[in-house]
């Protein structure tokens, strides 16, 4: 009796037993595995070859503004910080004018990569995201803390260019030449400078990651972001016109600004005044030598040559973030409340006392919001099922309110 044939796939081999779905062609098999991956490698090649039949094909055509018309472009959305708008105004202008010269001499324009030092909610991703509403240029925004050196669990850096990618649509040459922020830049900083048994793949580590994508380099990049794997397509990037932008709150380095920076001077000519206010803004004083300090290597810093500051928020500014922005908060929430049929007011004496709350727990703009929700969380939760026209938040109604929050509870440092 003939022994029965096995049958098995003609590609990679696995039997019937072993597989879901094998089908049957004029001499061979193949099974649902290598049916899904062929799909994927000519889905792969399709976008590649229209790619190289239409290079220019892109949507995103270079349209550029002055630097003082992306300054008031910031104006709306940014309160303050008129030293750090200036920066990025003229580092997105200079990005724009290295994208469209013509090389005609030897001169190369080399591109100046940024690093903003500011506390918490100062405004510094605020003022990432405001840039990106108005750039006609590929923009996105990662996250320092998810990298970790190669080789370990977290992402690689060369993700931070996927997320790129995704955002033109795989247009390799509008990646190229894009332009990528980097929250929380202050997270990987060295831990510290004594040896260890431990490794700091979250630290130094990706600080020398870093390196080759701030300089300009071709870098190979996962498709889909993560970790790299031998049997996945890479896609090739150049990031030499890739303008990358570095921002964080450097917890601390007030203290190492301080040292270096003399604010306690003594004697019959001394500016008390100018003293005081120098004490209270030591971060105009930074500079690259404060964030050796703090922890990021010299390679790095060389290569984020522009550094600028933004301004702690005085009660004045916080009271201008309330109500003056396109999208400040009370705009929000009359928004919220319109959309329920209800008109929402506010006494101005509000506004002074939620100000004055959020400089007590130095939490910045972003302490304003949460000092709203607890002011108006009830009235978001009972209205809706009342039939009322307006509503009017009082001083008096605004402390209840606060008070009986849990937020109140905080103690202020």
């Known amino acids: 009796m003939a022994k029965q044939q096995v049958l098995h796939c003609s590609f990679c081999g696995r039997s019937r037993d072993e597989v879901k779905i094998l089908i049957a062609g004029q001499d061979g098999h193949i099974c649902e595995n290598c049916v899904e991956h062929a799909q994927d490698i000519i889905a792969q090649e399709i976008t590649n070859t229209s790619d190289s039949k239409h290079p220019a094909s892109s949507s ?42 013509k090389i005609e001499n030897e001169v190369e324009i080399e591109k100046s990569n940024i690093v903003m030092v500011g506390e918490t909610g100062t405004g510094k991703t605020l003022l990432a995201k405001s840039i990106a509403r108005m750039l006609n240029v590929p923009f996105t925004i990662v996250d320092a803390t ?31 030449k894009g332009i990528v922020y ?6 990987i900083a060295r831990k510290s400078d004594n040896p260890s048994i431990t490794r700091d793949v979250s630290g130094e580590g990706v600080q020398q990651g870093l390196l080759k994508l701030l300089e300009g380099s071709e870098v190979l990049v996962p498709p889909q972001g993560g970790r790299k794997h031998p049997e ?41 005044e100018l003293q005081e206010y120098q004490e209270k803004n030591l971060l105009q004083f930074v ?15 060389g290569r984020l040559p522009v550094v600028t500051y933004l301004n702690p928020l005085d009660a004045e500014t916080l009271r201008n ?34 100000v004055q709350k959020a400089l007590e727990y130095k939490l910045g703009a972003r302490g ?45 440092a």
Not at 147 to 174: H, I, K, P, W
Not at 246 to 252: H, L, M, V
């Open 182 to 187: 980097i929250d929380e830049i202050d997270k």
């Open 60 to 101: 995103y055509k270079l349209s550029v503004k002055k630097p003082i018309e992306i300054k008031k472009f910031l104006d709306e959305y940014v309160i303050g910080q008129d030293d750090a708008k200036k920066i990025l105004a003229v580092a997105v202008y200079n990005h724009y004018k290295r994208l469209n010269q």
């Open 232 to 272: 996945q397509k890479l896609i090739k990037i150049n990031t030499q016109n890739i303008l990358f932008i570095c921002g964080g709150a450097f917890n601390g380095i007030d203290r190492i600004i301080a040292r270096r920076v003399n604010t306690n001077a003594i004697g019959f000519n001394v500016n008390k």
């Open 321 to 354: 973030i309330l109500t003056e922005p396109k999208n400040s908060l009370v705009k929000q929430f009359t928004r919220l409340f319109e959309i329920e049929g209800i008109a929402l007011k506010f006494d101005p004496a509000v506004f002074d006392f939620m």
């Open 368 to 412: 304003l919001r949460s000092i709203c929700e607890s002011i108006l969380t009830d009235a978001m939760y009972e209205l809706p099922s009342q039939k009322v026209k307006s509503f009017e938040v009082t001083l008096e109604y605004a402390e209840r309110k606060f008070n009986t929050s849990k937020l109140s509870m905080l103690k202020v």
């Open 287 to 301: 500079n690259s030598v404060d964030l050796k300090q703090f922890g990021l290597i010299p390679e790095l810093l």
């Open 146 to 176: 998810v990298f970790t050196e190669a080789g370990y669990v977290g992402e690689d850096v060369e993700s931070m260019l996927t997320r790129l990618l995704q955002v033109c649509n795989y247009d390799v040459q509008a990646a190229e």
